[in-house]
């Protein structure tokens, strides 16, 4: 059971069989070329779909599995060493988490490590120009499947040409046993390159959502054309046919989003905020890969709302920033007009009264924060990940203080927060 986030406020399980895992990953092991004995490092949640991936996977296939800790997994310079270190040859990384890597690869890191799978959410393949000169010894995968699937439904090895055109999301051909097919709104077949709604059938399709049989109905659906026991997944994402057979990542059909590897609806936050009595109308969209909300709050702060949707919601799905406005904007049909929501302003962020920087090695790391943060004005008793920070600003922020003479790790980022705090512990 891995559950996904739900557009009514309420999260979905998904019911997924241990003969639909045991049968998608073996043909995803077939289809990217694992061999016996490889060594694996599993760096996502057990929460996390591409996790079932990670360890069935190296048990199938006769491998190690490598377990690290929270804070080697979120430190691309750690994670390089454990790769040296341990032997692994196989790396599973959403794109937003292997930008730490590419980054040391730009600058002359050479990961010895055989394949690397990336999922979760949509590979932009101009990001991953520093591997091109490696592909001779590392693979590149770009796999694609949601949770209501097994996790990863088609699979496409990234090639030069790949990354020198940069401007395609290509996903793949189907796994074995795998169907995937672009329709129209009727359910229908569209020819090849021509935009449609992916659904995907036979072998991956789970069980459904667990106790929800009205979501079920909706999203797990019969053949359209009357075909009997074919059943078909929608996925709300948009795609097309290229000439050689393979498919091409369009979008989603929906506003559903993806932060940081993360399936967010926007509907399950806007729920949450307004559940907490200090809202009356709400809004939740992505700025710059950031995930911010718009609300009507008159006796709110961000500091508030982000405490009270801390204690219901998991960490992906809080936002980063929280814009308070008069009236959420709306078009003529009173739908969200979200063209006109404004961008936020620093005002939006989590900020205890400011304190300027009191010594000199403060000031350093103030400027290596405001070189990786979305907002400019803080203190130094603010808090990095009040102010926008995730695992990614928080690795830049290293190698902004690297590149300035001070060594930090991202651990100490993350145990430590704040300026003040981190200043006092490096002494």
Not at 153 to 175: E, N
Request: hydrophobic share 40%; with cysteine; glycine share 12%.
């Amino acid at each position: 059971m891995i559950y996904t986030s739900g557009s009514t406020g309420r999260p979905k399980g998904v019911a997924v069989g241990h003969a639909q895992a045991a049968t998608v990953v073996t043909a995803a092991l077939e289809r990217i070329g694992v061999a016996e004995g490889e060594v694996w490092a599993m760096t996502h949640s057990p929460a996390f779909d591409v996790s079932v991936f990670e360890v069935f996977g190296a048990l199938l296939s006769g491998g190690t599995l490598v377990v690290p800790d929270l804070g080697t997994t979120r430190s691309p310079r750690e994670l390089l060493d454990l790769i040296g270190d341990r032997g692994v040859s196989v790396l599973c990384q959403t794109p937003t988490a292997l930008r730490g890597l590419t980054e040391l690869v730009a600058r002359g890191a050479q990961p010895r490590v055989r394949t690397v799978v990336l999922a979760g959410e949509q590979v932009r393949f101009a990001e991953l120009a520093p591997w091109a000169d490696h592909l001779e010894h590392t693979a590149l995968f770009n796999l694609y499947g949601p949770t209501e699937a097994t996790v990863y439904a088609t699979a496409h090895r990234i090639t030069r040409d790949d990354i020198a055109r940069g401007a395609r999301s290509v996903i793949g051909r189907p796994l074995r046993g795998v169907l995937a097919e672009p329709r129209d709104a009727a359910g229908h077949p569209v020819p090849d390159g021509v935009p449609g709604e992916l659904y995907l059938g036979g072998v991956g399709v789970a069980e459904g959502y667990f106790g929800d049989p009205g979501a079920t109905a909706e999203r797990f659906v019969p053949d359209p054309s009357g075909t009997p026991g074919v059943r078909w997944f929608r996925t709300g994402d948009r795609v097309r046919r290229l000439p050689d057979g393979s498919l091409e990542f369009l979008g989603r059909s929906d506003g559903q989003l993806k932060i940081r590897g993360h399936r967010v609806e926007p509907g399950e936050v806007a729920a949450a905020l307004l559940a907490t009595g200090l809202v009356t109308e709400a809004a939740v969209t992505a700025v710059d890969g950031d995930l911010v909300a718009y609300a009507v709050a008159p006796r709110a702060t961000p500091a508030g709302l982000r405490g009270a949707l801390a204690r219901v919601l998991p960490e992906p799905m809080i936002p980063s920033a929280y814009v308070l406005l008069d009236r959420i904007p709306r078009t003529l049909t009173g739908k969200t007009d979200r063209r006109g929501l404004p961008a936020p302003g620093s005002d939006a962020y989590v900020k205890a009264e400011p304190v300027a920087a009191r010594t000199p090695l403060e000031e350093r790391v103030v400027a290596a924060w405001r070189e990786v943060l979305p907002v400019a004005d803080f203190g130094v008793e603010d808090d990095f990940f009040d102010l926008g920070g995730d695992s990614i600003r928080a690795y830049r922020s290293t190698e902004a203080l690297r590149r300035a003479g001070v060594n930090v790790s991202v651990r100490e980022v993350f145990t430590y927060r704040t300026v003040a705090r981190l200043c006092t512990a490096l002494g």
